[in-house]
């Protein structure tokens, strides 16, 4: 699988068809900043937990190093990657879930919240 190209400053709906708690990476563009991520279930109407790892391997199994963001969450986890993009001209993360076809809803910002 290949990863999913994200722009800085938008909101998009990603379905984890990864097998198991295997990664999706999610490469994001070089003006990101932060990045939000809130976990939903197949049907996308209720919540499920998901994982975001900062390293990886797209398709590969979920590594040790990785924050979840719990399904009882009421509003978007948010993690702050400015420093990591700029140096590297971009950036990937990795989202998995325990759950099959898990719905991740990723909101992107170039500014401060």
Known sequence: MAAIPLLADVIDRVTLNNPGTNVQEIALDQRVRYIEVL????AGTGRDECYIAFVGTDGAALGADYETVLATELSPRRFTIA????????????????TASAIVEIRTSSREP
């Open 83 to 98: 420093r990591r993009a700029r140096r590297l001209g971009g950036y990937s993360v990795f989202l998995a879930s325990g």
């Open 39 to 42: 976990g939903y279930d197949a």
